[in-house]
Nanobody, 128 residues
Framework: QVQLVESGGGLVQAGGSLRLSCAASGRTFSRPTMAWFRQAPGKEREFVAAISWSGMTTYCADSVRGRFTISRDNAKNTVYLQMDSLKPEDTAVYYC?????????????????????WGKGTLVTVSS
């Protein structure tokens, strides 16, 4: 069993920053691609960013590119999402997820069906 636990969410003013963390524990799985998704009230879950096992390759959604940065520390089994220049439209529950897919090329967004494990989410609220 793999557990993903997100932390770092909260309330921030527009223009501010937050850093989300995702700690993985449980059964070791081989070289997963890690990703962040988000879901705003009344909307579908959407891809935010992904990072390769090595951390050398990343891909961000157009809506967050240049503002959000994904990174990982495999020694700590932790993935991060640094969110800067936050906007009210970034308000959502943010989910960490892991994919065992081995052919992802980091040029298009991942879909929820590509992911094998999910955390329970952390709420980010950006006030205007």
């Amino acid at each position: 069993q793999v557990q993903l636990v997100e932390s770092g969410g909260g309330l921030v003013q527009a223009g501010g920053s937050l850093r989300l963390s995702c700690a993985a524990s449980g059964r070791t799985f081989s070289r997963p691609t890690m990703a962040w998704f988000r879901q705003a009230p009344g909307k579908e879950r959407e891809f935010v960013a992904a990072i390769s096992w090595s951390g050398m390759t990343t891909y961000c959604a157009d809506s967050v590119r240049g503002r959000f940065t994904i990174s990982r520390d495999n020694a700590k089994n932790t993935v991060y999402l640094q969110m800067d220049s936050l906007k009210p439209e970034d308000t959502a529950v943010y989910y960490c997820a892991a994919s065992l897919r081995d052919n992802y090329v980091f040029t298009v967004p991942l879909g929820p069906s590509d992911m094998n494990y999910w955390g329970k989410g952390t709420l980010v609220t950006v006030s205007s």
